[in-house]
């Protein structure tokens, strides 16, 4: 499954990529991540993911290595893990960019979600919805967040 959101930001670009970058704060804004660590500034990460979908219950332990970065411009990421009392495994390529100067920057997003066991049993659609929920809520609270700094 693929998403894609772009939000309006009035925030500077170099604001917007030092928060991206800001481990404590950036996970606040992502719904269902319980914690996240550094591994590798700027390279490795590991987060928990825990989010009810459907019957399920899920709790995602995620290794996520940094692919590619551009300063002040795009970022790519992969996050994998497997929930072993579901019997479900996820991976997540993430790519993230920047444009815009002055005090506008638009941030665009684009994930693809891989979604395989027990979970995947629940279907495209029901999928698809808890993911589109989180990911407009990820937007409008990152968009908060960031505007409320400026």
């Avoid at 800001?22 to 914690?35: M, S, T, Y």
């Avoid at 551009?70 to 920047?98: C, F, H, Q």
């Avoid at 049993?121 to 409320?148: C, N, P, Y």
């Amino acid at each position: 499954m693929r998403f894609e959101k772009e939000i309006e930001i009035v925030n500077s670009k170099e604001n917007v990529w030092r928060f991206l970058w800001d481990v404590d704060r950036f996970i606040a804004c992502v719904p269902g991540c319980k914690e996240a660590s550094t591994v590798e500034p700027g390279k490795q990460y590991a987060a928990t993911m825990v989010e009810k979908v459907g019957p399920f219950r899920v709790s995602f332990p995620l290794r996520i290595d940094v692919v590619e970065s551009r300063d002040l411009a795009y970022i790519k990421a992969v996050a994998a893990g497997s929930d072993n009392a579901v019997g479900s495994r996820m991976k997540v390529e993430l790519e993230v960019g920047l444009k815009g100067d002055g005090d506008r920057t638009v941030l665009s997003i684009a994930a693809s979600v891989d979604v395989l066991g027990k979970l995947a049993t629940l279907g495209h659609s029901i999928i698809k919805r808890k993911a589109d929920q989180v990911m407009e809520e990820f937007a409008q609270t990152l968009k908060h967040k960031l505007e409320g700094a400026a």
